[in-house]
């Protein structure tokens, strides 16, 4: 039997996704291993700033919060 890659390949999911999620009743497992998107500033190579991403604030459309941050290994575990 083959184990869960320990390496992360993702790392973002979004508040559509978790809605899909809703259906076959997982978004509650989910959300168990999810945290809001803090937010970033990115720098370009001189140091200066060229973009920043404030997330959303509650209350959120759908929800969830639009920009989820987990952990790729710990989302395809089985919870069981």
Known sequence: MLDIFD???AIN???EVMRVLQSPAL???VDAIVMPHPGTDFLGLDGRLIKVF???R???PLHWAPNLM???PEFERDPA
Do not use: T, V
Request: aromatic fraction near 12%.
């Open 27 to 29: 978004a509650q497992a």
């Open 7 to 9: 390496k992360p390949r």
């Open 13 to 15: 999911i979004d508040h």
């Open 54 to 56: 404030e997330p959303m």
């Open 58 to 60: 509650p209350p959120y």
């Open 70 to 72: 987990f952990i790729q």
